[in-house]
T-cell receptor, first 116, second 113 residues
Framework: AQKITQTQPGMFVQEKEAVTLDCTYD???????LFWYKQPSSGEMIFLIY??????QNATEGRYSLNFQKARKSANLVISASQLGDSAMYFC?????????????FGKGNQVVVIP | DVKVTQSSRYLVKRTGEKVFLECVQD?????MFWYRQDPGLGLRLIYF???????EKGDIPEGYSVSREKKERFSLILESASTNQTSMYLC????????????FGDGTRLSIL
């Protein structure tokens, strides 16, 4: 069963506007973590932001913030004041523990294109 | 800054060849990972290692093996390359600490002809 779901089709966003990328997850473990990564066309995966399941506040990191709704099992990424350099694929990932080892389960990604 | 270095950015090999992909990290991370990335499928975990000489199968280990003789180096081996192994391969490393992100290399785009 898919653990991380990212279903939005490719998105176009106007420069300087905000964009929200949806991510829902499935786990029965009360302790988990959620990560967002950015992958520009050059291919490298860049870590953006992390939210722990026990964190009381939504994570923020510069222009990135996480809208964490635990009861709905969603962890949406909000990018404020979009820039041309934000054009990329964005992946949501969840930390899971398998036989005592931490690993990440990734969603299939959201494509974002920022237009001037 | 964390540095994860993959030996090749682009690689072209022939069907049946034995292929080695190398990954080196400089942050003394315990955990290392190999993923492949295909359009529409996201990242899929092939193998990971949480210590020297230790390895665990990921979700798609068939046709691959790995080696971790030193903490900083994690090698992915395609025993007998096949065309369906044409893909982008990404290496990552992390501390074995909850909440610590995985840091990725730039990827190797491997083509099997």
């Amino acid at each position: 069963a898919q653990k991380i779901t990212q279903t939005q089709p490719g998105m176009f966003v106007q420069e300087k506007e905000a964009v929200t990328l949806d991510c829902t997850y499935d786990t029965s473990d009360p302790s988990y973590g959620l990560f967002w990564y950015k992958q520009p066309s050059s291919g490298e995966m860049i870590f953006l932001i992390y939210q722990g399941s026990y964190d009381q506040q939504n994570a923020t990191e510069g222009r990135y913030s996480l809208n964490f709704q635990k009861a709905r099992k969603s962890a949406n990424l909000v990018i404020s004041a979009s820039q041309l350099g934000d054009s990329a694929m964005y992946f949501c990932a969840m930390r899971e523990v398998v036989y005592g080892n931490n690993r990440l389960a990734f969603g299939k990604g959201n494509q974002v294109v920022v237009i001037p | 800054d964390v540095k994860v270095t993959q030996s090749s950015r682009y690689l072209v090999k022939r069907t049946g060849e034995k292929v080695f992909l190398e990954c080196v990290q400089d942050m003394d991370h315990e955990n290392m990972f190999w993923y492949r990335q295909d359009p529409g499928l996201g990242l899929r975990l092939i193998y990971f290692s949480y210590d020297v000489k230790m390895k665990e199968k990921g979700d798609i280990p068939e046709g691959y093996s790995v080696s971790r003789e030193k903490k900083e180096r994690f090698s992915l081996i395609l025993e007998s390359a096949s065309t369906n192994q044409t893909s982008m391969y990404l290496c990552a490393s992390s501390f074995a600490v909850r909440g610590h992100p995985q840091h990725f290399g730039d990827g190797t785009r491997l083509s099997i002809l």
